[in-house]
């Protein structure tokens, strides 16, 4: 049973580019939410998905969207890249919109620079 | 003042030592509360999972919630130089925000 996967791996781009991350969750999950985990930090919020719409979202700005496909996948966009958006981006996955047992994936490191 | 506090460490103990790590929190909302372990440039991993307060044991691992105090605790026993990582405590509300919010972690060294 493959448990919650992300692409790419490592990122690299430069100040006022746009990345896209990507996650498949954790067989049987059908919600999905993005965390973003500054060096040394635990993991902040940013948004979840539930039946392809955003249901809630965390304090970061509009630069940060993000979809979610009828396979349940989910995709995070970021644009006009900062320096400060250097992160490890974490997506978790959960079984209904209420349940939180969330199982997180390897994440992607994003350097700006 | 953040929601959730977490000593950052690093605490070294030496292998078979107890470990005690803690969390406090200031929104009685929290209903829900978890411990993580995150190995390096990994994603965190689920260990212990707890509903309100009490206590619950897993193999090595116990994990106790004081809601009164707002203070949860994980305990291993006889720890591995395995257990060497960051341990993150969150906790979840019932009702309302639909996130786990986090602790800063604690990084753990088991020294063999």
């Known amino acids: 049973d493959a448990g919650v996967t992300q692409s790419p791996t490592h990122l690299i781009k430069t100040r006022g580019q746009q990345v896209t991350l990507r996650c498949s969750p954790k067989?049987?999950?059908?919600?999905v939410s993005w965390y973003q985990q500054a060096l040394g930090q635990g993991p902040q919020f940013i948004f979840q998905?539930?039946?392809?719409?955003?249901?809630q979202r965390g304090n970061f700005p509009d630069r940060f969207s993000g979809h979610q496909f009828p396979n349940y996948s989910s995709e995070l966009n970021v644009n006009a890249l900062l320096l400060g958006d250097s992160a490890l981006y974490l997506c978790?996955?959960?079984?209904?919109?209420?349940?939180?047992?969330?199982?997180f994936g390897p994440g992607t490191r994003l350097t700006v620079l | 003042q953040k929601e959730v506090e977490q000593d950052p460490g690093p605490l070294s103990v030496p292998e078979g030592a107890i470990v005690s790590l803690n969390c406090t929190y200031s929104?009685?909302?929290?209903?829900?509360f978890m411990w993580y372990r995150q190995y390096s440039r990994k994603g965190p991993e689920l260990l212990m999972y707890?509903?309100?307060?009490g206590n619950k044991e897993d193999g090595r691992f116990t994990a106790q919630v004081d809601k009164s105090s707002k203070y949860i605790s994980l305990f291993i026993r006889d720890s591995q130089p395995s257990d060497s990582a960051t341990y993150l405590c969150?906790?979840?509300?019932?009702?309302?925000?639909?996130?786990?919010?986090f602790g800063s972690g604690t990084r753990l060294q088991v020294q063999p």
């Open positions: 978790a996955s959960s079984f209904g919109a209420d349940y939180n047992e969330q199982f």
């Open positions: 067989s049987g999950h059908d919600t």
């Open positions: 998905y539930y039946e392809e719409e955003e249901r």
């Open positions: 929104n009685s909302a929290f209903q829900y």
């Open positions: 707890t509903y309100s307060s």
């Open positions: 969150a906790m979840f509300m019932d009702t309302g925000r639909r996130a786990l919010t």
